[in-house]
């Protein structure tokens, strides 16, 4: 489509929020970069389970929204102000909001280059999750070999990468996942031992696989259904690391249950505070670009979808029927 002779871009935007059906894919005006900006085309967009939050309100935004986080494309334009980055260069960032879109502008400060070994699927798919399995492992409980951890999930998109840099790390994994097709998955990233924690209760399986000791740390993405059997899991002094809720925000929880658990530490982290520097962030995702590049870390993308189908991504991921990586292809 054409206004005054050129070409209307399009994006998915939320107009309401709600359920997967609000998300509405509409041209948008053709952007501009400004100060410190960068005009990209977008090759992929990631799908990250925040943007169902963003979507749906519960972290609510100003309206319309242009959703969408994380990306990798190539620079088409570079504003006033930007150094170290010229058009034509391949990009990938994890928190330009509107990336579900065929282009969007990215602030150079959080735009990382992609290495050559690297294409862009594999590029957009590494940033938020693999930035947030990285700092989980190396910072905010950060592992060391001999370690027991609880990693649940483990066949989603975080929950791969964070199996693979844990094993990495040198812990012993044990996994949870739902089904026997996201066994082998979690089984294929390293895990040690994994539960179905859909049939069987896992907090008594977990304190079985360690001889009644628990674990150094759990890893929970989950939320509400498991932060309870997650605390029971713990070994005295060990690390809640609850880092996200799938299946619903946890409610308040008294301190005194931290002391009952075993003198055990909850933090509820976010990436934002563990990429807080530029070099912070070129250290983790150089680090995560290099493994990927030398094969030492997969980054597996689950499922392709154009960016019309953008309310099917959330319906899948929603509905736990995903795997790894969704991305948006525009
Ligand atoms: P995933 O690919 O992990 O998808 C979510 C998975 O959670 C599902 O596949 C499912 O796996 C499991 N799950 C368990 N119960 C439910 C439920 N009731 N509804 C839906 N899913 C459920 O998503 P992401 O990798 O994008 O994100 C994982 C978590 O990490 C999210 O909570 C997200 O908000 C959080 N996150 C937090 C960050 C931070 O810095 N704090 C950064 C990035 C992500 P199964 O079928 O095996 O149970």
Do not use: C
């Not at 990798?72 to 006033?80: E, F, I, L, N, R």
């Not at 399995?133 to 989603?156: F, K, Q």
């Not at 089984?187 to 539960?195: C, H, L, Q, S, T």
């Amino acid at each position: 489509k054409t206004r005054m002779g050129t070409v209307m871009p399009k994006a998915v935007l939320v107009r309401s929020t709600g359920g997967p059906e609000v998300l509405e894919l509409t041209d948008v005006e053709p952007k501009e970069p400004g100060p410190g900006q960068l005009l990209v085309a977008v090759a992929a967009a990631g799908v990250n389970y925040i943007d169902t939050y963003h979507r749906s309100g519960l972290y609510p935004l100003e309206l319309p929204l242009a959703l969408g986080l994380e990306g990798a494309g190539t620079v088409t334009a570079v504003g006033p102000d930007v150094t170290g980055f010229a058009v034509g260069d391949r990009v990938a960032w994890h928190e330009s909001p509107g990336s579900y879109a065929e282009q969007v502008l990215v602030a150079a400060e959080q735009a990382v280059p992609v290495p050559e070994g690297v294409d862009d699927e594999t590029a957009a798919a590494t940033m938020l999750q693999g930035l947030t399995a990285h700092y989980l492992v190396t910072s905010t409980y950060p592992i060391h070999a001999g370690d027991t951890v609880l990693v649940h999930a483990a066949a989603g998109g975080v929950g791969q990468l964070l199996v693979q840099l844990a094993k990495s790390r040198g812990a012993r994994v044990i996994a949870t996942v739902s089904t026997a097709a996201k066994e082998e998955l979690a089984r294929a990233a390293g895990a040690d031992e994994v539960i179905r924690y859909s049939e069987v209760d896992f907090a008594p399986e977990v304190r079985r696989l360690t001889d009644g000791v628990g674990v150094n740390a759990v890893y929970d993405g989950v939320g509400k259904d498991t932060f309870d059997g997650g605390l029971a899991s713990l070994k005295p002094r060990g690390f809640m690391v609850l880092y996200g809720g799938a299946s619903g925000p946890v409610p308040p929880v008294d301190p005194q249950r931290l002391n009952a658990a075993g003198s055990v530490y909850l933090t509820r982290p976010r990436l934002g505070a563990y990429v807080a520097t530029r070099e912070e962030l070129e250290w983790r995702a150089g680090e995560l670009f290099a493994a990927v590049a030398d094969g030492s870390l997969k980054v597996a993308v689950g499922a392709r979808y154009p960016l019309a189908e953008a309310r099917k991504a959330h319906e899948d991921l929603e509905a736990r029927r995903t795997t790894a990586k969704l991305l948006l292809i525009p």
